[in-house]
């Protein structure tokens, strides 16, 4: 099937660790995206990336890093450095062209720094 | 930034009832997409609508850009529908970054 996996679904952190989230897609889309969410509130832009081996910061990129080797993968590395990294992390996917900038949500990923 | 406000904020109905969801937006968009977000947390796309009117089964879309809302419309309500609904837009940039409302929530009951 076609589609945007995240792992895991849930993760535990101590404090002081990096976790990295996986994200993947086979829908052969260009761009791809990650957002987290705090309760009650909506989504927040982290990293984007628009082609391999290019991404930009978004508006809450601070005690975050990614990288995109491959058009299918975009993992995202939470770092210590981030002072409150407990939230539901989602990555979506985009095509680019065909008249569309229609964004496609994979499941997620429910961090807790315990 | 773009700024976006969704109202109500909650919304309780009875099932069968129908009701109107606003969106408005403080700038021009490229992009305005409405979502689901079950109670699992998947975003499920409704429409990607940054102008026009759209329907699908009970669900209808309209934004007026030049007035900068959107609203989307749910007819014959269902318990399925429960969720909340969010409101994302993307400005003219070419990068589609979306930003998003804080939602609604609606409970539907029998």
């Known amino acids: 099937d076609g589609g945007i996996t995240q792992s895991p679904k849930y993760l535990f952190r101590k404090e002081g660790q990096n976790v990295t989230l996986s994200c993947e897609q086979n829908?052969?889309?260009?761009?791809m995206y990650w957002y987290r969410q705090d309760p009650g509130q909506g989504l927040r832009l982290i990293y984007y990336?628009?082609?391999?081996?290019?991404?930009q910061k978004g508006d809450i990129a601070e005690g975050y890093s990614v990288s995109r080797e491959k058009k299918e993968s975009f993992p995202l590395t939470v770092t210590s450095a981030q002072k409150n990294p407990t939230a539901f992390y989602l990555c979506?996917?985009?095509?680019?062209?065909?008249?569309?900038?229609?964004?496609?949500f994979g499941p997620g990923t429910r961090l807790t720094v315990l | 930034g773009i700024q976006v406000e969704q109202s109500p904020p909650d919304l309780i109905l009875q099932e069968g009832a129908n009701s109107t969801l606003r969106c408005n937006f403080s700038?021009?968009?490229?992009?305005l997409q409405w979502f689901h977000q079950n109670p699992w947390g998947q975003l499920i796309n409704l429409f990607y609508?940054?102008?026009g009117t759209k329907q699908n089964g009970r669900l209808s879309a309209t934004t007026v850009a030049t007035e900068r809302y959107s609203l989307l419309y749910i007819s014959s309500s269902q318990t399925t529908d429960s969720g909340v609904y969010f409101c994302?837009?993307?400005?003219?940039?070419?990068?589609?970054?979306?930003?998003f409302g804080t939602g609604t929530r609606l409970q539907v009951t029998l």
């Open positions: 979506a996917s985009r095509p680019s062209g065909g008249g569309s900038d229609t964004q496609y």
């Open positions: 829908l052969n889309h260009d761009a």
């Open positions: 990336s628009q082609i391999v081996n290019d991404f």
């Open positions: 700038d021009s968009v490229n992009n």
């Open positions: 609508i940054p102008s």
């Open positions: 994302a837009v993307a400005d003219t940039g070419t990068a589609s970054k979306l930003t």
